[in-house]
Structure formats: C-alpha cells, structure tokens
Nanobody, 123 residues
Framework: QVQLVESGGGSVQAGGSLRLTCVAS?????KAWFRQAPGKEREGVAA???????IYGDSVKGRFTVSQDNAKNTLYLQMNSLTFEDTAMYYC????????????????????WGPGSQVTVSS
C-alpha cells in the first residue's frame, strides 16, 4: 500500500497561482496529477515520464508545471494563470508499475489515490 497526501490547494482569483504538493509514503513507479470538477469525469493533468519528460493535459499546457523530488517521494504541481475552469478537486495518484507514456494520464491505470485537494478559482 501507498499513502498519498496532497496539500497546497485553496481559493484564488483568476490569474493567480497555486502550488500543489503530493507526498507518498514510499517510492512508486509512476505518479501523476488528476482533477475532477463536479459533474465531470476525472481527467489527467500532468505527469513525469521515466526519461524525465513531462506530459500535460491539453487544457493546462503552458500554464502548469509538474516536478518531483525522488529523494522525498514528492510530486509537485505549479499552477499559474488559473482560470475558473481549473476549479476542481485535484488528486495525486501512484502505481507501482512504470506506466507507458500513453497511459500515464489515464486514471484507470493507477492503484493508489490521495484524498484530494480542492482548488477554487473565482472569476
């Protein structure tokens, strides 16, 4: 089992920034950020591939930046230029497998999930 704890969410005005942090209880093969807005499906936000390349969901490209500190089993998400459409519960997910690039932002492949951190953007 892996315990994941997200932090850093909150309320911010449009155009503002937030930084999310996800701390895992141990090392895993894959970690990623997802989000889910009310009435919508959970969508992939960002992840880092094994080679160090970053991948992002189309709606956050150019505004969000994912990073990690492997020594601390920690994943970060820097969110800039936030808009109302970014309002959602943000989840950190992990899996022991090293997921391929095409599955790294698909929630169905992840075994472990954090409780989530709410991000609310007011226009």
């Amino acid at each position: 089992q892996v315990q994941l704890v997200e932090s850093g969410g909150g309320s911010v005005q449009a155009g503002g920034s937030l930084r999310l942090t996800c701390v895992a209880s141990r090392a895993t093969g894959s970690k990623a950020w997802f989000r889910q807005a009310p009435g919508k499906e959970r969508e992939g936000v960002a992840a880092i591939l094994d080679g160090g390349n970053e991948i992002y969901g189309d709606s956050v490209k150019g505004r969000f930046t994912v990073s990690q500190d492997n020594a601390k089993n920690t994943l970060y998400l820097q969110m800039n230029s936030l808009t109302f459409e970014d309002t959602a519960m943000y989840y950190c997910a992990a899996d022991d497998r090293r997921l391929s690039w095409w599955s790294r932002l698909q929630p169905k492949w992840y075994s472990y999930w954090g409780p989530g951190s709410q991000v609310t953007v007011s226009s």
